[in-house]
């Protein structure tokens, strides 16, 4: 209720400030000064943008009353960087950056450029929303106001606030948005299937059309909630450029720097070398605007070292040189309960954080050994797997267990659990259905029996009278949760009398190999799925399931282990469009039973989409688990995360 | 041969090092007898469980185990000590400073008081103003662990209703309550904790060493064989045929031997690489300084007289190198062999420790462990027990085959003979 009313009030400070512009006797009010970032105390909510009454209208306001100046550059970079104004990220970067080209994805700039589904990473570069997977909300940062749907869910509009201007003075306009889209669905190989057009209506106001099928029904309207929030609208001049000098070359385009790209976000290139990537704050940022933060964010650098291994990260961090980190650490509660260390997690008992993703063990369909095309022996496998293990030693404790949300298509937020009937799954959930892992392994063992592949005289199973090969079971080398869960997954096979062989690959060799269209290496392998986005879990179950990703090369949108079932890919296409809320939950509730009969993967774990641990050396002030501000904790970069940047102060 | 024996067991360094490693020999073949079981089974559901003794919480409260009273003097005082040890004392005082307490009134020597005003004023609840985040919480987690410290019948046991549910009165705990160890069924010695898995690290090092052994053994006899053999027939025969040999030793020592041996053992691929197997391309790359040399004794060896003589007796190539050749470097032959094990224990703890060796669900090696406890940041966290005991054991084995192999030296050499 405090909330609304705030809005309200902020809103009508907005409209009063809009009619003040208009007046014609009034004076061009100065870009508010930079205001002093003295922190606000934790219990204060984290800074939202006002929300107007209506949506702003380009013919009333003069934009040029929020006007700024084109950022500077200073003269001299120094490489030395006063530690209580700069936040150390880590767990991000492991080599040198490319440049800035925010249109690239070959740039290894993960400080400035990430546009993911739970939330682009916002520092440099913004998108019209910030998402917050915590509630799935929406937050407006270069629009303003919630985003406008038409009744037929092919069409979604939203406003640019008319205080957003770029790095170089000039106003951002809907034009540009209208031009971001056209140029990345121009210059790509695979242009967006869900979106057809973006339309600036006028300067202010961006019209998102969905691809509609043959009944004129659009395709999957959840992809227009994601884009706003995954794309970063970028500007028309710049990619005009961009396109230009390159001749609309893509390869090109990809390896150009973007020394001279224009942002909008707070912070911007500073330097990158060999050991270190550094942003600086723009303190000419738009955002500083009441009607976005109405400050600047406290820190004025932003860093990210590039060091050798997570044990180089974590070394730092606990000496204090590292404040926000996204690497897996075993045991991360040992930091605090047995060194003592000013380090902390979102929570303070397990799982530690918000898990929202679940690696996952595929099946590789490609494979000619027998078995993993029947699945009564892919469900034996997984039947076998001793999860409370994976999750006590491998995850050390950073997921609950799936006794605690038993396994279907969807991550533990409660949001996505109410989507399907439990009651009628909770049959085909093995580990919901038998705990014990001893249990499961004699099921297993009688389910193998009847599926014709029984022990041979040294134990290991045969099918057809031949013993069974080793199935070769890989997860990238060096990603240790990973692969001490695959070895539990290989223990479990010994156990039912199937040799699992684990072998772990450099992720080069790994992802070459998984995302092609073809893949013979590995029978069982480990990959990710999609994690808390506007779409989930409609796109985790797409990735898991869905036809759509066979036989791609370079396919980096799931179904890695290519099963196909044609039921499961008319329900995947019936769900984005189905409004019915009972039809929704049968579909999803038929989805989840298919997936886990079938069994084509397994997950073995839940698991964050990124690892979040602060060190309170220097900084305080990051979100906390019930603290009221509604933070998600995803180092203070994706989406609504970067509120944490407004809200830290120095320690003491 | 038997004066050689004696000499040997007069040498103090090679008894040194012939005794540490029966030692271990003797402790890896009684060990199993005693603490039977598959050493590779995952026992802990936590990773890294420190030494220790672990006896069962639910066999000690069953109600069936006889309780004993005693009222030792001093036991109340120790459970304190334990429980709120003099720096969290010293944490309480400070909260309670900074919470607005004047520090006079405050006694950390006093702990029963202490408790009464930390109860008393401590809200978990309350954010002290500048109090970091990761404070706040030690002090929510000191609150939890306190809580009914002095209260000598807080604890009660109940168990489930096996019908509703409902908690069902079994017996109260009081803190004069003891039961003797021998009553308790289930007690794990676990000498040298668990490992990431869960493993107990003593039985699997055991196994490793073991497995480390027969690795050494089997790629020291590879290597010491092909060495022995091309460095005699180069040696003895000479012309082209050494050529050919000493050609490829030399291309051989060009290459980086572990270069070759990842290689090898990559392509070999994980379903491959068993123990043998591994023993095998270790010993397949490590033959060549035995080759070059047996080569340059046998040089030396090859215009003796007595090798003429044989030679004008019309004895044959096999005969004169087995019989006239191979007892004058026998003595250097076993001293290679020993070099060669160690070296070949250092190589699969390399190989593993990549992740090339054997399968970890197979098998443990000592490079095994180390890969495992140093991906779980064991260095880093404090977890000794999961890679120190690792280290010292191999750095035991070689110190012990290098002190064998300098004491032989020392009394086969002549050059270094007293």
Redesign the interface.
């Known amino acids: 209720m405090r909330k609304r009313i705030l809005a309200v009030l902020l809103a009508a400070v907005f409209c009063f400030a809009l009619l003040a512009a208009c007046a014609p006797a009034a004076d061009d009010p100065a870009p508010a000064p930079p205001e002093d970032p003295a922190a606000p105390t934790p219990a204060d909510p984290a800074p939202a943008p006002a929300e107007p009454a209506e949506p702003p209208d380009p013919d009333a306001i003069d934009r040029s009353q929020f006007a700024r100046a084109p950022f500077v550059f200073p003269d001299e970079i120094s490489t030395e960087l006063p530690r209580n104004e700069t936040v150390y990220h880590f767990g991000h970067q492991w080599g040198p950056s490319n440049g800035w080209n925010p249109f690239s994805d070959e740039m290894n700039n993960p400080l400035a450029i990430e546009q993911v589904g739970a939330g682009a990473r916002v520092p440099m570069f913004e998108t019209p929303f910030m998402y917050n997977f915590l509630d799935g909300s929406f937050i407006p940062l270069l629009a303003i106001g919630p985003p406008r749907w038409n009744d037929d869910l092919t069409r979604l509009e939203y406003s640019i606030n008319p205080a957003a201007f770029w790095s170089d003075g000039t106003p951002i306009t809907a034009w540009d948005a209208e031009f971001t889209f056209y140029v990345n669905n121009t210059y790509t190989a695979a242009p967006s299937p869900f979106i057809d057009r973006v339309v600036a209506v006028d300067e202010l106001t961006v019209a998102i059309y969905a691809a509609l099928n043959a009944a004129g029904q659009p395709l999957n309207p959840l992809m227009l909630d994601q884009f706003i929030i995954e794309e970063y609208v970028l500007q028309q001049a710049w990619l005009e450029q961009l396109v230009e000098r390159n001749n609309g070359d893509i390869g090109a385009m990809q390896a150009d720097p973007g020394y001279d790209v224009v942002w909008s976000g707070p912070y911007t290139m500073y330097f990158t070398n060999d050991e270190l990537t550094v942003l600086i704050r723009d303190d000419g940022y738009w955002g500083q605007h009441e009607s976005m933060w109405g400050q600047l964010p406290v820190p004025r650098f932003l860093a990210h070292p590039i060091l050798e291994d997570n044990d180089a990260g974590l070394a730092a961090m606990m000496a204090g040189m590292v404040d926000v980190s996204q690497m897996f650490i075993p045991n991360v509660q040992n930091l605090w309960e047995v060194d003592g260390l000013p380090i902390s997690t979102f929570m303070d008992s397990p799982p530690y954080g918000v898990t929202v993703n679940m690696p996952t063990a595929w099946f590789n369909m490609h494979s000619d050994k027998p078995g993993i095309h029947n699945a009564d022996f892919r469900r034996a496998i997984a039947m076998a797997v001793d999860y409370d293990l994976i999750i006590a030693n491998a995850m050390t404790n950073q997921s609950p267990s799936f006794a605690e949300v038993p396994r279907s298509l969807m991550n533990p937020t409660a949001g996505e659990q109410a989507l399907f009937d439990s009651a009628r799954v909770a049959p085909y959930q093995w580990d919901y259905q038998m705990p014990n892992v001893n249990d499961r392994i004699e099921a297993a063992n009688e389910l193998l029996d009847e599926a014709g592949f029984p022990r041979g005289a040294d134990g290991w199973r045969t099918y057809d009278g031949q013993r069974l090969p080793a199935y070769i079971a890989s997860v990238p080398f060096g990603w240790s949760d990973w692969e001490a869960a695959m070895e539990i997954v290989a223990a479990a096979g010994e156990a039912i009398g199937i040799e699992i062989v684990t072998q772990f690959d450099d992720w080069s060799i790994y992802q070459t190999f998984v995302t092609a269209a073809v893949h013979t290496e590995y029978d069982i392998f480990m990959m990710w799925t999609s994690s808390a986005s506007p779409t989930a879990p409609w796109e985790r179950a797409y990735n898991l399931m869905s036809s759509d990703h066979v036989g791609h090369d370079h396919n980096w949108s799931g179904n890695w282990g290519a099963w196909t079932n044609a039921r499961a890919d008319e329900i995947l296409s019936l769900i984005p469009v189905t409004t019915n809320q009972a039809t929704l939950v049968d579909l999803w509730t038929e989805l989840v039973i298919l997936y886990l009969t079938e069994v084509p993967s397994f997950s073995l774990m839940y698991r964050p989409d990124q690892f979040h641990a602060v060190s309170e050396a220097v900084w305080t002030g990051w979100t906390e688990y019930g603290d009221g501000r509604n933070v998600p904790p995803a180092n203070a970069l994706n989406g609504f995360a970067i509120a944490d940047k407004f809200n830290i102060r120095l320690v003491g | 041969m038997k004066n050689q024996i004696k000499q040997l067991l007069k040498s103090g360094k090679f008894m040194v090092g012939f005794i540490v490693f029966m030692s271990i020999l003797l402790f890896i073949t009684i060990y199993p007898f005693f603490v039977p079981g598959n050493p ?1 089974q ?1 026992i ?5 469980i420190p030494p220790g003794t672990y006896l069962s919480l639910y066999d000690a409260v069953n109600p069936n185990v006889f309780v004993y009273t005693l009222r030792i003097p001093g036991a109340a005082e120790a459970r304190i000590v334990n429980t709120l040890p003099m720096s969290d004392r010293e944490a309480m005082r400070d909260w309670l400073v900074r919470a607005g307490m004047p520090e006079a009134a405050i006694d950390i020597y006093d702990p029963e008081t202490l408790l009464a005003l930390w109860n008393a004023n401590y809200d978990p609840d309350e ?1 002290i103003e ?1 109090m ?4 706040h ?2 002090y ?2 000191l609150n939890n662990r306190i809580q009914g410290m002095f209260d000598a019948s807080a604890l009660r046991l109940y168990s489930a209703d096996p019908e509703t549910g409902e908690p069902q009165f079994q017996a109260p705990i009081t803190d004069t309550d003891y039961i003797a160890l021998s009553d308790i069924v289930n007690i794990r010695r676990l000498p040298l904790g668990t490992d ?3 493993r107990d690290m003593l039985k699997q090092l055991v196994q490793a060493i073991g497995v480390s052994l027969r690795i050494g053994l089997i790629a020291g006899s590879i290597a010491t064989a092909i060495g022995l053999l091309l460095g005699l027939v180069a040696g003895y025969v000479g012309g082209w045929v050494d050529e050919i040999i000493m050609f490829i030793c030399n291309l051989l020592t060009v290459i980086p031997g572990f270069v070759l041996l990842v290689l090898l053992a990559f392509s070999i ?3 491959g690489r068993s123990v043998t197997i591994v023993g095998i391309v270790i010993g397949l790359t490590t033959w060549v300084w035995t080759t070059r040399a047996v080569r340059s004794q046998v040089l030396s060896l090859r215009n003796r007289d007595h090798v003429n003589l044989s030679k004008l007796s019309g004895h044959s190539l096999p005969r004169i190198v087995f019989k006239d050749i191979l007892p004058y470097i026998a003595s250097y032959v076993v001293m290679a062999f020993i070099l060669q094990v160690s070296g070949a224990i250092l190589a699969e703890a390399g190989l593993s420790m990549l ?1 090339l060796g054997p ?3 197979e098998v443990a090696t000592l490079g095994l462990m180390m890969n ?1 406890a ?4 064991a ?4 977890a000794w027990w999961a890679y120190f005991p690792v280290v010292f054991v191999i750095a035991l084995i070689s110190f012990s085959l290098n002190l064998m192999n300098t004491g032989m030296d020392q009394i086969f050499n002549p050059q270094l003979r007293d």
């Open positions: 590779l995952m802990g559901y936590n990773s890294f954010r500048g970091i985040l990761a404070d919480r030690a929510q987690r990431n898995f869960g691929g994980p379903a992740g399968s970890t669900t495992w140093m991906s779980f940041s260095h880093i966290m404090g």
